[in-house]
């Protein structure tokens, strides 16, 4: 029914090239409106990493770093989880008793 | 402050800005509006012709910020509005014969006397487009749905910004409803969705436009129009009035439609 109403309204279905030229701009536009292409950032994520892994251990499996647009402003948001720390306790003993304590 | 002055933009060349500008112009001045058209594309002057006025030009715009001429000789008169003028560009020089400056003070000096002073930009981001937009108190970003267009419509708008200047509102010319329809073209919301400027205007690819620029009688002139109609929507937009947007499927009529639906089915 809502298909039949949107060809009887003429609104634009979700497909075809329309919604894939609409989704590339919209990816090269964060990265032009900081002048800052696509590979160049790759660049600069991997200089952030390096840096941050200098001080502290990180999960390379959780890493998160992308721009992001709200209106016409570009925003670098960065999730960048630690690794859990290794001091004080062995590790492995103490990830043994988490998982213990997970099992139902 | 008397006259708006408008400068009408858009980064890429042949979206339709020199159209727009004419269009907008003539429709303005039906309404009772004293207005002043500028063809800022200095060495490319072709606004004149658009409006079927080539063969009265004694002055130009260069021609007035060098002070060969007095700013009221070279005011061309149109044809049908006596309150339309025109200011052709030069056609021998280049951009560099005029600055924003002198952009400024030529529109100051026709604020009194004038509604709206429309500035016609040429394509692309340098002298010639910061000439016309240096006067402007509001601009009109003119694109086509499509990539090239757009992503230039960015980049002046990004230019716009970083000059303090008010937020541009679009007009999104030579929209092809069958295609939008079919999904095969980015539709009036995609474009303001990926440029986040408000919409001023959507014109219909229309097959009218191109024979009445080929007789210098710009398409608003045609009361059959759909895109002379959506012009003199966006003149009245201009002027204050809240005009809800023409939904582009009207021409095919409700049985049409229904028709589509049963014989072409999800095909469409």
């Known amino acids: ?104 | 402050m008397g006259a708006k002055v408008i400068t009408i933009t858009s980064g890429k060349g042949g979206v339709g800005k020199t159209t727009t500008t004419a269009n907008l112009g003539i429709s303005l001045a039906r309404m009772d509006q004293k207005v002043v058209v500028i063809d800022a594309d200095i060495g490319l002057r072709n606004l004149d012709i658009v409006m079927g006025l080539e063969n009265r030009i004694v002055y130009d715009l260069v021609d007035i910020i060098e002070g060969r001429c007095k700013l009221r000789q070279a005011l061309i008169k149109h044809k049908l509005f006596p309150e339309l003028y025109l200011i052709p560009a030069a056609q021998t020089r280049d951009k560099t014969a005029v600055s924003p400056a002198d952009m400024i003070q030529l529109t100051d000096q026709m604020r009194q006397e004038f509604d709206y002073i429309l500035i016609d930009s040429p394509a692309g981001i340098e002298r010639g487009f910061r000439n016309a937009v240096a006067p402007a108190d509001e601009v009109l970003i003119v694109t086509n749905p499509e990539v090239s267009a757009v992503r230039d419509a960015d980049r002046v708008i990004g230019l716009l910004e970083a000059e303090n200047k008010k937020a541009p509102r679009l007009i999104l010319n030579r929209a092809k409803v069958e295609q939008i329809r079919k999904g095969e073209m980015l539709s009036a919301e995609d474009v303001t969705d990926i440029l986040a400027i408000k919409l001023i205007g959507i014109v219909p690819e229309d097959d009218q436009v191109v024979p009445s620029s080929n007789s210098g009688v710009p398409i608003t002139l045609n009361d059959n129009s759909r895109a002379g109609q959506a012009f003199r929507n966006i003149a009245r937009r201009l002027m204050g009035e809240d005009v809800p947007f023409m939904t582009l499927d009207e021409p095919t009529s409700l049985l049409k439609r229904l028709g589509r639906l049963f014989a072409g089915g999800k095909g469409n």
């Open chain 1, 1 to 104: 029914m809502a298909g039949f109403l949107e060809r009887m309204f003429g609104r634009a279905p979700k497909q075809g090239t329309g919604i894939t030229a609409k989704e590339r701009l919209q990816f090269i536009l964060v990265h032009d409106r900081i002048n800052l292409p696509p590979e160049r950032l790759e660049m600069m994520k991997k200089e952030i990493l390096e840096v941050i892994s200098k001080y502290v251990e990180v999960d390379g499996s959780g890493i998160d770093i992308a721009l992001q647009k709200r209106q016409r402003d570009s925003l670098l948001v960065a999730e960048i989880p630690f690794s859990r720390p290794s001091e004080g306790f062995d590790q492995d003993e103490d990830e043994d008793s988490a998982q213990a304590e997970d099992k139902p």
